[in-house]
């Protein structure tokens, strides 16, 4: 618990400043985050990041981020974020002939798919910090307020087990007091902060915010229980990899805005 602690101030020393900064500096910061995701998932995979496929995976997934302010750079190369990334799966698809089919098309699918679901997630977040800085805030606080909700409820009250293949701990009680605790943070938003939403707009729309934050949580559960491994990197002691600490958050930060809610 201690290391926890102590990792988690550490993180929010360097994490925050950049945060509250914003421009440049969180878009580097971003791609540090998602680069070091994406290191995670081929590691899972045990795909080498030093070879053709991994510099093809990160090449997508530097595609993917490409933040929306910085779009005139693609308008003069007379390219599109599509058109490269198009690019980036195809040569992926010839490297498994290079290779004589060492690197498969399963390969293929899961470098894809890896750097889609790093790279969106992240992308969104730099989307969500140009919106303003109350729209972070809301979504970190109310990603904390779910997870912690649903350890010390489930653990005093959890009997229904939300999903035991791929996460045993994880309660049904559990899960809807994370939601709960999210919704009492949501009118807290609406109260003592500027954020664009009514009280029962926020409210609806953090219901399904705290409920999709826990299944990006047991998306990743998934993939480490499916690759047989305990957490997804070791780069922050006490809470596991950079995946582990923001799965939620890369479901959370696309939806705020397919929701209209920036």
Not at 36 to 45: D, F, T
Not at 105 to 128: H, K, R
Not at 168 to 178: F, H
Request: overall charge neutral; some cysteine; charged content about 15%.
């Amino acid at each position: 618990m201690k290391t926890r602690i102590v990792t988690a101030v550490v993180a929010a020393a360097l994490f925050l400043p950049i945060v509250f900064y914003g421009g440049l500096p969180v878009v580097l910061l971003t791609y540090l985050l998602a680069s070091i995701g994406l290191y995670e998932l081929l590691k899972m995979r045990k795909l080498s990041l030093f070879s053709v496929s991994g510099l093809l995976s990160y090449l997508l997934l530097w595609v993917i981020l490409f933040p929306s302010q910085y779009q005139d750079v693609l308008a003069y190369l007379n390219y599109s974020k599509m058109e490269l990334g198009i690019a980036m799966v195809l040569l992926l698809l010839t490297y498994t002939v290079i290779t004589k089919n060492r690197f498969t098309f399963d390969d293929v699918a899961f470098s894809v798919l890896a750097a889609v679901y790093v790279g969106i997630g992240f992308y969104f977040f730099m989307e969500t910090r140009q919106a303003g800085l109350v729209y972070i805030f809301y979504s970190l606080f109310m990603i904390w307020a779910t997870d912690s909700g649903a350890y010390f409820i489930g653990k005093a009250m959890g009997k229904t087990k939300l999903s035991p293949e791929i996460s045993p701990n994880k309660t049904v009680e559990g899960s809807i007091g994370g939601i709960v605790c999210a919704m009492i943070i949501a009118a807290l938003f609406v109260f003592l902060t500027d954020i664009d939403a009514t009280l029962w707009s926020l409210l609806g729309i953090t219901l399904f915010l705290s409920a999709f934050g826990q299944l990006g949580d047991l998306v990743e559960s998934a993939l480490k229980r499916h690759f047989n491994v305990k957490d997804s990197g070791k780069l922050l002691p006490g809470h596991g990899g950079i995946l582990d600490r923001f799965d939620s958050l890369l479901f959370v930060w696309p939806l705020l805005h397919f929701f209209h809610i920036i």
